[in-house]
């Protein structure tokens, strides 16, 4: 590349600044900082000589009250610079500005001529990078700040161009405008180290222009829109990219617009929009990561990037990106060559690191809005704190990063040229270790090759190459694989089986043989998709051969794949992940799981990624709904956020990443979201039809869901459905306000009857949950729902002692939250009443009693929650105790789930610690093994031969029993 011209006098200044033809004697203290200067000794010397005959004493004493540290800089960067030494010695007076640490502001260039706005654009230019450089040198870490300040300069002669431009051609061609008249916007979009606000001190800017919308100018002269701003944007090149006598600004680069070269120079937003889904190429998607507005109208530069935004993050885990970053890799090895000494584009140097990044971006991005960053050590912060990068290689890379962009910059201001090439003599790289505040070149090129090389380890393990017999593709999976691809059904590799230690060899062969030659993996397979099948199966049959259920496994492997052999993104995820695929097995190993991957395989990264907390719910719900259009839509989507958190929390659970108290206080909160969303759904149908019910005051008359049962004590299972009951206060003359007026309790009815509908009618997504109504007052022979004053007087009257202890576990879930708390009132009044003693042992050994004379328990076998000991007994125990214990201990009322009771009982001394903690331990065992069997397909009843938890559950029911006895007394006699 040609070196940039001096400008004779780029700051404008008067002949009289210009250095004289005679030197001057130089201070000591001057000339023994030259000595320690490696390289350019004599042209330095020269240059401070010049520059010091031009001051004054006054400004000479000001300087040399800086000190041996100002002085000992300036000769440095003067020896990293001769861009900056050649610039001061046709402009002294600069460094008297520098040794203040002044800033040249922007100029004021709307009266200037064409040519005298390029002139001091340039000048302006050409200022600001000597005291970027300046600063950029001195001692301490200032790579963030110079590359910010670079971009900042870029950005802000890049918006004066484009307003000076546009004022151009509006006084020759008007305004553009649309078919109705309506401005049209304009934007730059910042693409590549523009984009990431890092630019370093000699880059390129890649840019895309883009207008809103077609149409013409309203100018006497109209041109159309797309020919009025490929003008604006060819003014834009030339005002920064044409050198003249001052140098340029900034080389513009308009490759990466759509079509390249051979595209037009500036495209309408939809005409972006259609190229990007049409023919968008992997390595585009890449760029984008780091696309920003930086010039013009900067709100529609961010729409167009929004509307872009699906094309550069997909939704799902998207591993199908990494093998468009290796070919993109590969083509740079190529170009550069293994011994490149190219620090941004060689091996371990910075392009690694961006592409390290970058390739995390597309991967989780689509996920992980935070990731959506377009700045290289930000996106390395949030990696970290996502723990998306190990601690150690988040620390190699931040420090390479900062180290090889300093090593680039001192290449850069040498000669204020376009480089990344290391050295290739001995003078050039004294220079650059002295520019890096390095005593000797050894030390220096020691530490640059050391990074570089770790650098390439982690990019190794990154990008992770896959070749179609890789050294790392299980030998004997690849031959069964191929033997079934290659062979007939009843040609059995025994010896292969053999080796993989199969116990039922003919039965996996048949499965195998038969996913092998299906339609779609003999005939609709894509060429990449085979290839990633290839790769995978291998991997898959090890795994499988390595487990005691190993046919089992594969069969949910083959069904699993089969779901996912069209959607390439999902082979890609498991194929390209060994830790994913890894987890995947352990996943498969519940056939509950397996179905429903098999089933929704969209569900696959939800699961492996794990990234979603219960307090992100509501955003997630609300950003699905958005979407749906009507009211099925919106059941259909309710229902697959439902499904999708479920199967996410289930995998969490049988992957021991979740306790059972945690997994069941989760299920709990999910069936309470869907439960109000539901809720508020149908009340607002209610009110479209028949209007709201209001009270006297005109106030919305209130409306209440209660939950009892698993719900109601925040410990639903996997297999539990709603125990509910409806609650209103209304005045009883009260009727809707609208089209088609009911009364009140009607209104009510119809309002409790719409919400079922809602969650228990099957769609294609399912079922929500199954509700029970039968714990309302008079259970199916009353109303569905009840008045405040009505349930009050029944509790108070009517009511069951089972009912009572279906009190204990009770709570509001939805609608009206005042009314929720006089529930808990009037809860909390019940269940503090005096009982007799006797009385009430004689209530729930009796409904005890009813239940196991009811039920049949198969012989010889535990039934969690019937037989004696069971999950029914402690229950029972708690609510037995707290009806008990609440009128002298009101705050037990508190407690609405048996955990906390149980904790809250011993606390209180009903029970002593041993019977706490045998009940606790009892309840927790139950509801592991409950909810593990049902992810097993397994039902509650549990034989000593399907379970290995049965020794346990033996003891633990026994303990159960002798407490029951002690308390209440047998009803198994």
Same mark, same amino acid.
């Given at each position: 590349?040609?070196?940039?011209?001096?400008?004779?006098?780029?700051?404008?200044?008067?002949?009289?600044?210009?250095?004289?033809?005679?030197?001057?004697?130089?201070?000591?203290?001057?000339?023994?900082?030259?000595?320690?200067?490696?390289?350019?000794?004599?042209?330095?010397?020269?240059?401070?000589?010049?520059?010091?005959?031009?001051?004054?004493?006054?400004?000479?004493?000001?300087?040399?009250?800086?000190?041996?540290?100002?002085?000992?800089?300036?000769?440095?960067?003067?020896?990293?610079?001769?861009?900056?030494?050649?610039?001061?010695?046709?402009?002294?007076?600069?460094?008297?500005?520098?040794?203040?640490?002044?800033?040249?502001?922007?100029?004021?260039?709307?009266?200037?001529?064409?040519?005298?706005?390029?002139?001091?654009?340039?000048?302006?230019?050409?200022?600001?990078?000597?005291?970027?450089?300046?600063?950029?040198?001195?001692?301490?870490?200032?790579?963030?700040?110079?590359?910010?300040?670079?971009?900042?300069?870029?950005?802000?002669?890049?918006?004066?161009?484009?307003?000076?431009?546009?004022?151009?051609?509006?006084?020759?061609?008007?305004?553009?405008?649309?078919?109705?008249?309506?401005?049209?916007?304009?934007?730059?979009?910042?693409?590549?180290?523009?984009?990431?606000?890092?630019?370093?001190?000699?880059?390129?800017?890649?840019?895309?222009?883009?207008?809103?919308?077609?149409?013409?100018?309203?100018?006497?002269?109209?041109?159309?829109?797309?020919?009025?701003?490929?003008?604006?944007?060819?003014?834009?090149?030339?005002?920064?990219?044409?050198?003249?006598?001052?140098?340029?600004?900034?080389?513009?680069?308009?490759?990466?617009?759509?079509?390249g070269d051979a595209g037009p120079l500036c495209i309408s937003a939809a005409a972006m929009e259609h190229y990007?889904?049409?023919?968008?190429?992997?390595?585009?998607?890449?760029?984008?990561?780091?696309?920003?507005?930086?010039?013009?109208?900067?709100?529609?530069?961010?729409?167009?990037?929004?509307?872009?935004?699906?094309?550069?993050?997909?939704?799902?885990?998207?591993?199908?990106?990494?093998?468009?970053?290796?070919?993109?890799?590969?083509?740079?090895?190529?170009?550069?060559?293994?011994?490149? %000494?190219?620090?941004?584009?060689?091996?371990?140097?910075?392009?690694?690191?961006?592409?390290?990044?970058?390739?995390?971006?597309?991967?989780?991005?689509?996920?992980?809005?935070?990731?959506?960053?377009?700045?290289?050590?930000?996106?390395?912060?949030?990696?970290?704190?996502?723990?998306?990068?190990?601690?150690?290689?988040?620390?190699?890379?931040?420090?390479?990063?900062?180290?090889?962009?300093?090593?680039?910059?001192?290449?850069?201001?040498?000669?204020?040229?376009?480089?990344?090439?290391?050295?290739?003599?001995?003078?050039?790289?004294?220079?650059?270790?002295?520019?890096?505040?390095?005593?000797?070149?050894?030390?220096?090129?020691?530490?640059?090759?050391?990074?570089?090389?770790?650098?390439?380890?982690?990019?190794?393990?990154?990008?992770?190459?896959?070749?179609?017999?890789?050294?790392?593709?299980?030998?004997?999976?690849?031959?069964?694989?191929?033997?079934? %691809?290659?062979?007939?059904?009843?040609?059995?590799?025994?010896?292969?089986?053999?080796?993989?230690?199969?116990?039922?060899?003919?039965?996996?062969?048949?499965?195998?043989?038969?996913?092998?030659?299906?339609?779609?993996?003999?005939?609709?397979?894509?060429?990449?998709?085979?290839?990633?099948?290839?790769?995978?199966?291998?991997?898959?049959?090890?795994?499988?051969? %390595?487990?005691?259920?190993?046919?089992?496994?594969?069969?949910?492997?083959?069904?699993?794949?089969?779901?996912?052999?069209?959607?390439?993104?999902?082979?890609?995820?498991?194929?390209?992940?060994?830790?994913?695929?890894?987890?995947?097995?352990?996943?498969?190993?519940?056939?509950?799981?397996?179905?429903?991957?098999?089933?929704?395989?969209?569900?696959?990264?939800?699961?492996?990624?794990?990234?979603?907390?219960?307090?992100?719910?509501?955003?997630?719900?609300?950003?699905?709904?958005?979407?749906?259009?009507?009211?099925?839509?919106?059941?259909?989507?309710?229902?697959?956020?439902?499904?999708?958190?479920?199967?996410?929390?289930?995998?969490?659970?049988?992957?021991?990443?979740?306790?059972?108290?945690?997994?069941?206080?989760?299920?709990?909160?999910?069936?309470?979201?869907?439960?109000?969303?539901?809720?508020?759904?149908?009340?607002?149908?209610?009110?479209?039809?028949?209007?709201?019910?209001?009270?006297?005051?005109?106030?919305?008359?209130?409306?209440?869901?209660?939950?009892?049962?698993?719900?109601?004590?925040?410990?639903?299972?996997?297999?539990?459905?709603?125990?509910?009951?409806?609650?209103?206060?209304?005045?009883?003359?009260?009727?809707?306000?609208?089209?088609?007026?009911?009364?009140?309790?009607?209104?009510?009815?119809?309002?409790?009857?719409?919400?079922?509908?809602?969650?228990?009618?099957?769609?294609?997504?399912?079922?929500?949950?199954?509700?029970?109504?039968r714990l309302r007052p008079s259970g199916q022979s009353g109303p569905l729902v009840s008045s405040m004053e009505?349930?009050?007087?029944?509790?108070?009257?009517?009511?069951?002692?089972?009912?009572?202890?279906?009190?204990?576990?009770?709570?509001?879930?939805?609608?009206?939250?005042?009314?929720?708390?006089?529930?808990?009132?009037?809860?909390?009044?019940?269940?503090?009443?005096?009982?007799?003693?006797?009385?009430?042992?004689?209530?729930?050994?009796?409904?005890?009693?009813?239940?196991?004379?009811?039920?049949?328990?198969?012989?010889?076998?535990?039934?969690?929650?019937?037989?004696?000991?069971?999950?029914?007994?402690?229950?029972?125990?708690?609510?037995?105790?707290?009806?008990?214990?609440?009128?002298?201990?009101?705050?037990?009322?508190?407690?609405?789930?048996?955990?906390?009771?149980?904790?809250?009982?011993?606390?209180?001394?009903?029970?002593?610690?041993?019977?706490?903690?045998?009940?606790?331990?009892?309840?927790?065992?139950?509801? %592991?093994?409950?909810?593990?069997?049902?992810?097993?397909?397994?039902?509650?009843?549990?034989?000593?031969?399907?379970?290995?938890?049965?020794?346990?559950?033996?003891?633990?029911?026994?303990?159960?029993?002798?407490?029951?006895?002690?308390?209440?007394?047998?009803?198994?006699?």
């Amino acid at each position: 590349m040609s070196r940039r011209p001096v400008p004779e006098n780029p700051m404008g200044e008067s002949p009289k600044s210009m250095p004289p033809k005679t030197g001057t004697r130089l201070p000591t203290l001057i000339t023994e900082i030259l000595q320690q200067i490696p390289e350019d000794r004599e042209a330095i010397e020269e240059m401070i000589t010049l520059i010091w005959a031009t001051f004054s004493e006054t400004q000479r004493n000001n300087l040399l009250d800086k000190g041996a540290g100002f002085f000992r800089h300036c000769l440095q960067v003067a020896c990293a610079s001769p861009f900056l030494r050649q610039h001061l010695q046709c402009h002294p007076q600069h460094l008297l500005r520098l040794a203040k640490g002044e800033v040249t502001p922007p100029p004021d260039l709307k009266d200037h001529s064409p040519e005298a706005f390029n002139t001091a654009l340039r000048r302006y230019r050409n200022a600001r990078m000597i005291e970027i450089i300046w600063r950029d040198r001195l001692a301490g870490e200032h790579m963030p700040e110079t590359v910010a300040a670079v971009s900042a300069l870029a950005e802000t002669c890049l918006q004066q161009a484009c307003i000076y431009g546009q004022a151009l051609l509006q006084q020759a061609y008007g305004y553009p405008e649309n078919d109705a008249g309506e401005a049209v916007a304009f934007a730059v979009i910042g693409m590549g180290k523009l984009g990431g606000k890092e630019l370093n001190l000699s880059s390129d800017i890649d840019l895309i222009f883009c207008f809103s919308e077609n149409g013409s100018s309203n100018g006497p002269r109209s041109l159309e829109n797309s020919e009025y701003f490929s003008r604006l944007g060819r003014w834009l090149i030339q005002a920064l990219d044409q050198p003249g006598a001052e140098g340029f600004c900034f080389r513009v680069d308009m490759r990466l617009r759509p079509f390249g070269d051979a595209g037009p120079l500036c495209i309408s937003a939809a005409a972006m929009e259609h190229y990007y889904q049409v023919h968008g190429r992997g390595w585009e998607r890449y760029a984008f990561i780091k696309a920003r507005p930086v010039a013009g109208n900067l709100d529609f530069g961010a729409k167009v990037l929004e509307m872009l935004r699906p094309f550069v993050y997909r939704r799902y885990l998207d591993f199908t990106a990494l093998q468009g970053l290796r070919e993109v890799k590969a083509l740079m090895d190529a170009e550069q060559g293994e011994s490149s %000494q190219d620090i941004k584009k060689g091996q371990g140097g910075i392009r690694e690191i961006e592409f390290i990044c970058q390739s995390l971006q597309i991967i989780h991005g689509g996920r992980t809005p935070q990731l959506r960053n377009t700045n290289t050590l930000n996106t390395l912060d949030i990696l970290h704190e996502l723990n998306l990068l190990p601690t150690s290689d988040f620390l190699l890379l931040g420090k390479a990063y900062g180290f090889f962009r300093n090593t680039e910059h001192c290449l850069q201001m040498v000669q204020d040229q376009q480089t990344q090439q290391l050295p290739r003599n001995e003078n050039e790289w004294q220079r650059l270790a002295c520019a890096m505040h390095y005593e000797d070149v050894d030390s220096f090129r020691m530490d640059l090759d050391a990074l570089r090389q770790q650098v390439h380890q982690i990019f190794l393990q990154t990008l992770a190459p896959q070749t179609a017999h890789s050294s790392n593709t299980p030998e004997q999976g690849r031959q069964l694989w191929l033997h079934a %691809q290659n062979h007939t059904l009843n040609m059995l590799p025994e010896n292969i089986f053999q080796k993989l230690h199969f116990p039922n060899p003919t039965e996996s062969w048949s499965r195998l043989w038969r996913f092998a030659h299906s339609r779609d993996v003999s005939l609709r397979l894509s060429t990449e998709g085979r290839q990633r099948l290839d790769n995978l199966l291998p991997q898959i049959l090890e795994i499988c051969a %390595q487990e005691a259920d190993g046919e089992a496994l594969l069969q949910h492997f083959l069904n699993l794949l089969e779901a996912i052999l069209s959607k390439a993104n999902y082979l890609a995820l498991l194929a390209e992940n060994p830790r994913y695929l890894q987890h995947c097995s352990t996943l498969l190993h519940s056939p509950w799981l397996a179905q429903q991957l098999a089933r929704f395989p969209v569900l696959l990264d939800d699961v492996l990624s794990n990234n979603h907390q219960p307090g992100q719910w509501p955003e997630i719900l609300h950003a699905q709904l958005q979407y749906a259009e009507d009211q099925e839509e919106r059941m259909d989507a309710l229902r697959r956020f439902k499904n999708a958190e479920l199967v996410r929390l289930a995998a969490s659970f049988w992957t021991q990443q979740l306790s059972i108290e945690s997994l069941l206080r989760q299920l709990s909160e999910l069936a309470q979201l869907t439960l109000q969303t539901a809720l508020d759904w149908a009340r607002l149908e209610m009110e479209r039809r028949h209007g709201r019910i209001c009270t006297q005051d005109g106030q919305t008359a209130s409306f209440a869901v209660i939950a009892l049962g698993k719900l109601g004590g925040q410990e639903m299972g996997f297999a539990s459905d709603l125990d509910l009951i409806y609650l209103y206060d209304a005045p009883p003359d009260a009727e809707s306000d609208g089209p088609a007026p009911l009364p009140a309790s009607t209104w009510y009815a119809r309002l409790g009857q719409r919400l079922i509908h809602l969650l228990s009618t099957l769609t294609r997504a399912g079922i929500l949950y199954e509700i029970d109504m039968r714990l309302r007052p008079s259970g199916q022979s009353g109303p569905l729902v009840s008045s405040m004053e009505t349930f009050s007087r029944y509790q108070h009257q009517s009511a069951w002692t089972w009912e009572h202890q279906a009190l204990t576990r009770a709570r509001w879930v939805a609608g009206d939250s005042q009314l929720g708390v006089r529930f808990e009132q009037l809860r909390h009044a019940i269940l503090s009443s005096e009982r007799d003693a006797e009385t009430l042992k004689s209530a729930v050994w009796s409904m005890r009693k009813r239940i196991f004379d009811n039920k049949n328990i198969a012989p010889q076998a535990f039934h969690l929650k019937l037989s004696p000991g069971g999950l029914t007994d402690i229950e029972f125990l708690v609510q037995f105790a707290m009806l008990g214990a609440c009128p002298e201990q009101p705050d037990l009322c508190q407690n609405t789930g048996t955990a906390a009771a149980i904790r809250a009982l011993v606390q209180s001394g009903v029970w002593n610690a041993q019977q706490g903690s045998d009940l606790l331990h009892a309840w927790k065992l139950y509801r %592991q093994v409950e909810n593990e069997r049902w992810l097993n397909l397994q039902e509650n009843n549990v034989h000593a031969d399907d379970t290995p938890h049965w020794g346990a559950l033996q003891d633990a029911s026994e303990k159960v029993r002798v407490i029951w006895q002690e308390w209440i007394g047998s009803y198994t006699d």
